[in-house]
DNA sequence: AAAATAGAAAATTTCGAAAATTGATTTGAT
DNA sequence: ATCAAATCAATTTTCGAAATTTTCTATTTT
């Protein structure tokens, strides 16, 4: 892969996906202005293409906007992140209760090899001394997981709802927890969310969801892991 | 006001807002495309100005794109409306819950206020055959009564999703109901919100929101009322 | 007659440059 | 020296036209 063309192998891929996955994965900071000339460059565009892609992720909620004064990340403290996972809670534990209630067998199977695969990858973590090389994979790996855990819900507007607030939780995540959200207690936290789905238990995987994504928005007041 | 220019008295309101009030007070049908050529005249709008208020709208969930193939309104049927209804209801419930949890006197008293004008405003429409000339100032009103009940939730993410899930499920009762909502059941349905809200019922103040927003769904079954 | 093809028209998307706005720097006045 | 006005550079926003894609119509082919 050339220098000169950082994103040759991403072809196939839209400009839009290119710039939301920088987003995504800390290219920029936390309250930072995103110059409509950077994306231009970066990502080889025209100006307008640029414009139209932050003006695309201002809907979705990942930019900010104001007028004559260009787009910038949110600024992300702990009342920011945890608004927002507070948030993301409230439509997890939506979309469980009713994928809990209309989830079949094959759901059930979808959700368990979701899990596992989980569970593989964050057990590499709690054994590694470094986390970053797994941020990129768990990311995707989690995100599947609770993409599987809402599938069976049967309502179009929770699940893009839900999705959305997914990602804009795991961009104010990404942009301010030491770790990126992973802690060693994760791993049996998704394990409790896991089995309360599959025994049916509606409020005991909602109480499950609630902590898991509780303990994501109290991690930020305390950054004292020693693995980075 | 100059028919050539229908908008003269709104200049001070921007472009955005006078197609989004367009939208949402029933200019387009259900499904129908939104050509952006039809915007730029009717709103004496240029082009990409007309193609940045569309991809605006699109980002709120207004309206939807498909690529090279325009913007369009959202179909609307029993699923699709009852669909928006319930994830409005959801949202509702748990501004209503924060509200309640957190609203002062202050707010009880700009609640009582905003049930004053809605329950004078609907009690006229119960009075009057024709329903029509009150659709705009009720629509509105109904709005500012659900805005207040919201206000005192202190999480300003779900404030924002609820006021967008209220806007568009607004804009599909507009589409398809016979009496764009209104019905005579809405004013003691209304007035039970209220009262429970007063009496710091969190799970009754729920019912009554769950049971306003449900009756809305369900009155594109029986469009059988005789006023319009 | 139905299906397929080709060509024309309509609509959407893309583009780079012009216009307007903001923020920073310099200049001038008190 | 301080504050205000004016100038300048950087950035955002707006624009209308060019390029692309889709849609419609007419023609040809089976």
Redesign the interface.
Known sequence: MAASDPHALDAHISAFDRVKTALMTGAFSAGSRIKADHIKSQFDLSA?AAR?IL??L???GLLLQEENRGFHLPLVNVDTLN??M??RA?LEC?CAADSIAHGDVEWEARLTAAHHKLAHVEQKMREATELKPFIEIWTRTDAEFHEVLASACP????LA?RRNAHERSRMQAILVLPTYGFRDRTVPEHASILEHALKRDIKGCQAAISAHIDSLGNTIEMQSSNKR
């Open positions: 307008s139209e003006l695309r201002t809907g979705e608004d927002v507070r948030f409230l939506a309502s179009p507007t929770l709802a």
